[in-house]
Nanobody, 115 residues
Framework: QVQLVESGGGLVQAGGSLRLPCAAS????????MGWYRQTPGNERELVAA???????NYADSVKGRFTISRDGAKNTVYLQMNSLKPEDTAVYYC?????????WGKGTLVTVSS
């Protein structure tokens, strides 16, 4: 079992920045990849960024150059640094931990970007 707790969401103006931490606890030694996904009403959840245990990263094309994902092993926390935010980044952001055959999800944190 893995528990994920997200924080850092909120309201920000276009062009601003936010950082989303996600703290993991439980059987964290089994985690392969941690990532952030987002979802808007009526749409499927989509990958924003992910980082593997080998610190290999993957980003959605829409956030490349603006978002950075990082992993702090000592704190069992993954961070999503979001810069140059756009109104289309508005969504509920979910933290994910992949343990090869099992996925765990956080409860989500709302990010709202005003124009």
């Amino acid at each position: 079992q893995v528990q994920l707790v997200e924080s850092g969401g909120g309201l920000v103006q276009a062009g601003g920045s936010l950082r989303l931490p996600c703290a993991a606890s439980g059987t964290i030694f089994r985690i392969n990849t941690m990532g952030w996904y987002r979802q808007t009403p009526g749409n499927e959840r989509e990958l924003v960024a992910a980082v593997t245990v080998c610190v290999s990263t993957n980003y959605a094309d829409s956030v490349k150059g603006r978002f950075t994902i990082s992993r702090d092993g000592a704190k069992n926390t993954v961070y999503l640094q979001m810069n140059s935010l756009k109104p289309e980044d508005t969504a509920v952001y979910y933290c994910n931990a992949n343990l090869w055959t099992i996925d765990y999800w956080g409860k989500g944190t709302l990010v709202t970007v005003s124009s």
